[in-house]
């Protein structure tokens, strides 16, 4: 029903920089909110971002300042960017997509990975 494709992932080196896209389609009305999840090895799953009907924006403490949710409702694209990179930001990215509020992901992009390395 919507499917979401992420692309922008690799490495890069610490205080480095990312865009990581989500390419939506499908039902595209259906959604309510769009959002990006990670994980990492021996981390539980954080949701690090999410954007509203509204535009309302909420991040993940720890990305907060450095990292930027947006859409783009004319290429059906949200898109993170993010800076300053860290080691601990090393993770499998998920775009994600909701179709109600307050409710957990309906949709799940297939990842990208991020690895911050020197």
């Known amino acids: 029903q919507v499917q979401l494709v992420e692309s922008g992932g690799g490495l890069v080196q610490p205080g480095g920089s990312l865009r990581l896209s989500c390419a939506v389609s499908?039902?595209?009305?259906?959604?309510?909110?769009m959002g990006w999840y990670r994980q990492a090895p021996g981390k539980q799953r954080e949701l690090v971002a999410t954007?509203?009907?509204?535009?309302?924006?909420d991040y993940l403490n720890s990305v907060k300042g450095r990292f930027t949710i947006s859409r783009d409702i004319a290429r059906s694209t949200v898109y993170l960017q993010m800076n300053s990179l860290r080691p601990e930001d090393t993770a499998v990215y998920y775009c994600?997509?909701?179709?109600?509020?307050?409710?957990?992901?309906?949709?799940w992009g297939q990842g990208t990975q991020v690895t911050v390395s020197s």
């Open positions: 994600t997509a909701a179709l109600s509020q307050l409710a957990p992901p309906d949709y």
């Open positions: 954007i509203a009907p509204s535009g309302t924006t």
């Open positions: 499908g039902n595209i009305f259906r959604i309510y909110a």
